[in-house]
């Protein structure tokens, strides 16, 4: 059950000019995380349109990130191959082959090779988005 929240002009229980909307908790109102934006956005969206838009041509294409190669589809099919549960929750099949414990692009800047599967991790898209909202630069939480 989702908790529920009203207008903040009136207490609850009373009755106003203006119909109550009840909305329930993920559908809440929020400012776009983008630093300056004031633009109103509804969970669980975290930035507007516009910057969510800037935000995904700033990280480039799968093909630009290096997701679409040969290797890297050998370094997917090795890694859950290794890891077929996620070795985080332990309880969800692993679908995603995490770069870790460093990032692919942190790989590629220090000259190793990102598609070998010693660098990688199966993980499920739970924990997957969880680890990258929490350890990558620009994720989610990060502004």
Not at 59 to 68: L, M, P, Q, V
Not at 76 to 90: E, F, K, M, S
């Amino acid at each position: 059950m989702h908790d529920e929240w009203r207008c903040g002009h009136c207490a609850p229980g009373t009755s106003s000019h203006h119909s109550h909307a009840t909305v329930s908790a993920d559908m809440r109102s929020k400012i776009c995380s983008q630093p300056g934006c004031p633009e109103i956005i509804t969970a669980p969206a975290t930035r507007c349109p516009a910057h969510s838009k800037a935000a995904d041509r700033a990280r480039g294409t799968a093909r630009e990130r290096g997701y679409t190669s040969k290797g890297h589809q050998a370094f997917r099919r090795a890694v859950l191959q290794r890891d077929p549960v996620c070795v985080i929750c332990g309880t969800a099949f692993a679908t995603v082959a995490d770069h870790y414990p460093r990032s692919r692009r942190e790989l590629e800047q220090l000259q190793l090779n990102p598609d070998d599967p010693a660098h990688g991790r199966g993980l499920c898209h739970r924990c997957h988005s969880r680890e990258t909202a929490r350890n990558q630069p620009g994720g989610w939480h990060q502004g």
